[in-house]
């Protein structure tokens, strides 16, 4: 597919209107559509009844849900780097050479968000070298670094606490909470969602099966 038709699908899904098409068009495609549409999305804000709750209490789901196909919005998180303990930043178009499964959950504090990191930690050993896996949640950056030290959870867990942007993007920020949605989304190197569960329990973990086959069926697991 060519670049102006990536653009074209990625517009289309959008619902953005011919003024709104001319207006991008006179921009950089290349560092400006994607800020673009997230801005967008953030403007919609769509709120969802209905799709999430925890032990008898409903919860409000803000933003867009993504499907199988759409472009992955990027994003800027925060995580530590262990070698000299100090808070970087990093965009999911920096790992545009790999496979990525980001695992999202409400905060490590909660048991069932451990045990969801802790099956990721225990499942990534089988995936390909060009996989990489990052668990996301709204936790400050040094509350997640000390937690996985203390549970030698290696994978790299990446902070939305700065902002709320990665959960209006990705349509997970539950409202009542401020924290995000139980979820986990597949993109592979063309920056495509290939799978993504969104659970509704936040009691309950994730399908890990699923989205390990949708993993597999692009890099096949040795």
């Known amino acids: 597919m060519g670049r102006n038709s990536e653009y074209k699908e990625v517009l289309c899904q959008e619902g953005l209107s011919d003024r709104e098409v001319g207006a991008l068009q006179a921009n950089d495609y290349d ?3 994607f800020e673009y549409i997230n801005s967008k ?6 709120e969802r009844k209905g799709e ?3 032990l008898g209490e409903q ?6 849900k993504l499907q199988v196909g759409y472009f992955a919005p990027d994003f800027t998180l925060d995580y530590v ?3 000299d303990m100090t808070i970087h930043s990093t965009r999911l178009t920096e790992s545009i050479d790999s496979m990525r499964v980001l695992s999202v959950v ?8 451990r045990l ?15 996989v990489s896996l990052y668990t996301i949640s709204m936790d400050l950056p040094y509350t997640q670094a000390h937690w996985q030290i203390a549970e030698k959870v290696i994978h790299q867990t990446l902070s939305a606490h700065r902002s709320e942007q990665f959960g209006l993007a990705y349509g997970v920020l539950l409202k009542e909470w401020r924290l995000l949605q139980r979820a986990v989304f597949v993109i592979d190197q063309d920056r495509r969602i290939v799978y993504a569960e969104y659970v509704a329990n936040q009691q309950q973990e ?17």
């Open 31 to 33: 560092n400006g559509i």
């Open 41 to 46: 999305r953030e403007r919609d804000m769509e």
């Open 52 to 54: 999430a709750f925890a």
């Open 59 to 64: 919860l409000t789901v803000i933003g867009k």
């Open 81 to 83: 780097d262990f070698i």
């Open 106 to 113: 409400n905060s490590l504090d909660m048991p069932v968000c």
């Open 116 to 130: 969801q990191t802790q099956r990721w930690e225990e499942l990534r050993l089988m995936f390909p070298p060009n």
């Open 206 to 222: 994730p399908d890990y099966k699923a989205a390990c086959a949708a993993i597999a069926s692009i890099v096949p697991f040795s």
